[in-house]
């Protein structure tokens, strides 16, 4: 692992029932800090797997997985619902926010469950939602929006608490084309300012435009150099 490493796994294996072949079998993998990282491969080859246990929302079953400096596979599950509030902001391919929420309200949830003041979080959602271009809409409804805006809504919850990492899944997957390319500039840009990402996606056009490494997966596996996933 190098000092420069904001994700690090090693020999990670992942088994979800005694005797099924493994999901990730024995991967050991990095990314760096400031890197766009894109992880392809065809369904079933443990993208979204690998995704959840870089994030703490699962635990690998053999090997050790290390973000931001600290080792998440062995913490509590209160520990890494802190560890996740604080250090990584996730984006869904269908944005995943609460319908019975506004746009700020829900921008703001992440930076209430770790504690930060009201006042705080609100100056941050503020900026976010402004950065994102969608402030006008601060008190409407996710089911008032467009596909593009609910993305950026989410983008902007995602990095309210300004976590080292932001981990996309699939995030232009339920967008058109256009919009698909909107968002990919946004993350482009917020990778220009220094933001670690991690994009799963289909799209070899996303991950060639806005990745400087892509990390394909073949049953559970790195694929090897010239194999196309």
């Given at each position: 692992m190098?000092?420069?490493?904001?994700?690090w796994l090693d020999n990670v294996t992942k088994t979800y029932q005694a005797g099924a072949p493994s999901a990730l079998a024995d991967l050991s993998m990095d990314v760096t800090a400031?890197?766009?990282?894109?992880?392809?491969?065809?369904?079933?080859s443990g993208k979204s797997t690998l995704l959840n246990l870089i994030a703490g929302l699962?635990?690998?079953?053999?090997?050790?997985?290390?973000v931001a400096g600290r080792r998440i596979d062995n913490?509590?599950?209160?520990?890494?619902?802190?560890f996740r509030a604080r250090h990584v902001g996730i984006i869904f391919q269908f944005f995943n926010l609460l319908d019975d929420l506004t746009v700020e309200d829900?921008?703001?949830?992440?930076?209430?469950?770790?504690?930060?003041?009201?006042?705080?979080?609100?100056?941050?959602?503020?900026?976010?939602?402004?950065r994102m271009g969608i402030e006008r809409h601060r008190d409407d409804y996710p089911a008032r929006l467009s596909g593009g805006q609910r993305q950026r809504v989410a983008i902007a919850r995602a990095?309210?608490?300004?976590?080292?990492?932001?981990?996309?899944d699939e995030p232009t997957g339920a967008l058109d084309t256009t919009t698909g390319l909107e968002i990919g500039r946004l993350l482009q840009?917020?990778?220009?300012?220094?933001?670690?990402?991690?994009?799963?996606?289909?799209?070899?056009?996303?991950?060639?435009?806005?990745?400087?490494?892509?990390?394909?997966?073949?049953?559970?596996r790195l694929a090897p150099a010239g194999v196309a996933a």
């Open positions: 190098g000092q420069d490493d904001l994700i400031g890197e766009v990282a894109a992880v392809m491969g065809p369904s079933g699962d635990r690998p079953t053999a090997g050790t997985v290390t913490l509590s599950e209160s520990g890494l619902a802190r829900n921008v703001l949830l992440p930076a209430q469950l770790a504690g930060a003041s009201r006042r705080a979080a609100r100056a941050r959602a503020g900026e976010l939602l402004e990095l309210v608490n300004a976590p080292e990492l932001l981990l996309a840009e917020l990778n220009a300012g220094g933001q670690t990402l991690v994009l799963v996606t289909h799209d070899p056009a996303l991950a060639d435009r806005y990745a400087a490494r892509t990390i394909r997966l073949l049953d559970g």
